[in-house]
């Protein structure tokens, strides 16, 4: 079973930057970062699979950076220049096949979450 902690969440205003942490127990082939607000469904944000390019939403593209540390087996997301539209919780999520997916459903293991908010 693949456990998963996020940290570095918090509150910023906007323009800021955060740089959220996510630490797993083992090694899997894709990891990514998801994000939820109240109301709206979850959101792949950045999506890092073992095999083939990173891919990120639209909507942070170019202020968002994720990387993974394989010997740590923990995966990073860089948020810069951040909007009140990113306020959200963000969740690591990792699957043990190499999909790539923003989609929830194609990921088994998720972290409890890291709360993110950004005033204007």
């Known amino acids: 079973q693949v456990q998963l902690v996020e940290s570095g969440g918090g509150s910023v205003q906007t323009g800021g930057s955060l740089r959220l942490s996510c630490a797993a127990n083992?090694?899997?082939?894709?990891m990514a970062w998801f994000r939820q607000s109240q109301g709206d469904e979850r959101e792949g944000v950045a999506i890092?699979?073992?095999?083939?390019?990173?891919t990120y939403a639209d909507s942070v593209r170019g202020r968002f950076t994720i990387t993974r540390d394989n010997d740590k087996n923990s995966l990073y997301l860089q948020m810069d220049n951040l909007e009140p539209e990113d306020t959200a919780m963000y969740y690591c999520?990792?699957?043990?096949?190499?999909?790539?997916?923003?989609?929830?459903?194609?990921?088994?293991?998720w972290g409890q979450g890291t709360q993110v908010t950004v005033s204007s």
């Open positions: 999520a990792a699957s043990s096949l190499n999909l790539g997916s923003r989609r929830a459903d194609a990921y088994q293991y």
């Open positions: 083992a090694y899997t082939y894709c």
């Open positions: 890092d699979p073992k095999y083939g390019p990173t």
